[in-house]
Every structure is written in C-alpha cells, then in structure tokens.
C-alpha cells in the first residue's frame, strides 16, 4: 500500500530555535497533506491541510505564523515550528490523500527544552 | 463543532479475551466513521469504516456497527490476541470535496493484551 514516511521521528531543540518536519509520500503522489497534532493523553487535533503549489489552510486557533507549512511538490509538505517553546511539544503527524484513502506518518515527536 | 468521544483506556486483556472499545461521536449531518490503529512505532493504519447508519465495518476479526440512534460507533473482536496491542482511534469525517480527509479523532484507547 502507499507509505508516507515523516523525518525525523524524534527531535529535541532549544527554547527560541526553528525545527523543520518533513513528510513525504513514498510511491504516490499527494496533492493535499494533513498536519495533526496530538498531546498526551489527548486526540490528533488537526492543524492544517496542505496543498500542493498554494497555500496551506490553517484550522481555527492555530497560528499560521507559528507553524509554517510548505508543499512545494507533490511528495513533500514541511512543517515548520518556529521560535519554538517548550508548549509546542507534541506528536506531529502528517497523513496524504490518494484515490480516496488516507494514508498517515508515523509521527514525529519533538521536545523543546 | 463535530467531536468523538472514546472509552478511556488503557484497556488490558488477556489472550482470547473479547474485546470492546466504546466510541460515541457528535455531528451535524451524517459522517463517515473509521477506527484507525496504531502499532508501537508505527504510523496510524485504517482499520476499519462505515460510511452510513447501519453499515458495519469489519477487518482482522474487528467490528463496529454505525448506530446512528446512538451516535456510536463501538469496537468489537471476539479473541484478541497478543498483536492486538496498539492504540486504537476513533474519528469521524465528512466525505467528499476538501471536507474528506478532516478527521476528528477520538482521545485513543490503549489496548495491552497480555498471553
């Protein structure tokens, strides 16, 4: 089956520093990306749908200035946590849609000290 | 707004146990209901969906019945087993257009099952 594959799957930074997620489709291509982001003990909440060649679409209460998200080709949105603080630690997971089936990364977990 | 509510876990078993996870949703309209798992180190796989009321989704001796009487969506198997052990996501979306592919999950269930 299509694979999407995130990188890197754990990353610590510090305080004030920007990380960069990437997630690619592996063997198809994805025109519209999911960012979710999950807190412990909590649901994936979406952040925003990433479209290929334009712009992201932010859900309501996320900062698009805070977490940029670029989908330049069709087998790779980043995620871009800027000025991190330790409140943006969490489980970021991407998923792709193809042929009417989502397909999700296996997450990457980021820990701001 | 939409919401998924889910049995709190963790959820521990023994081999051949049966198994229920409880999973009730609110909408406005009628989604689509899925159960994602996800195995220790792995990303979220699709299990199982139903798309309309009374529709059951099944798959690896899972199932859950959209009940659309009681907003609910619960998961069943009759024998679990030890490889059963994940975390087991309830969500809903509604389908077509930009709208498909918007999940709202559920807080997850941990299944532990023990030999």
């Known amino acids: 089956g299509a694979v999407v594959s995130q990188h890197p799957s754990r990353v610590i930074c510090k305080s004030g520093t920007s990380v960069k997620i990437e997630c690619r489709s592996l063997?198809?291509?994805?025109?519209?990306m999911f960012w979710y982001r999950q807190f412990p003990k909590q649901s994936l909440m979406l952040m925003a749908t990433s479209n290929e060649g334009s712009k992201a679409t932010y859900e309501q209460g996320v900062e698009k200035d805070k977490f940029l998200i670029n989908h330049a080709s069709l087998t790779l949105s980043t995620l871009t946590v800027t000025s991190a603080h330790p409140e943006d630690s969490s489980f970021y997971i991407c998923s792709a849609r193809v042929a009417g089936e989502l397909f999700f990364g296996e997450g990457s977990r980021l820990t701001v000290l | 707004g939409n919401s998924v509510t889910q049995m709190e876990g963790p959820v521990t078993l023994s081999e051949e146990a049966f198994l229920t996870i409880n999973c009730t949703y609110t909408a406005t309209g009628y989604p689509s209901l899925f159960w994602y798992v996800q195995y220790p180190g792995e990303g979220l796989q699709l299990l199982l969906k139903a798309t309309k009321a009374d529709d059951k989704g099944s798959n690896k001796g899972f199932e859950a019945t959209y009940r659309k009487e009681t907003t609910s969506f619960h998961l069943e198997k009759g024998s679990v087993q030890v490889s059963d052990s994940a975390v087991y996501f309830c969500?809903?979306?509604?389908?077509?257009?930009?709208?498909?592919?918007?999940?709202?999950f559920g807080q997850g269930t941990i299944l532990t099952v023990h030999p």
């Open positions: 063997d198809f291509q994805a025109t519209t």
């Open positions: 969500a809903l979306s509604f389908a077509g257009g930009t709208s498909y592919g918007k999940l709202t």
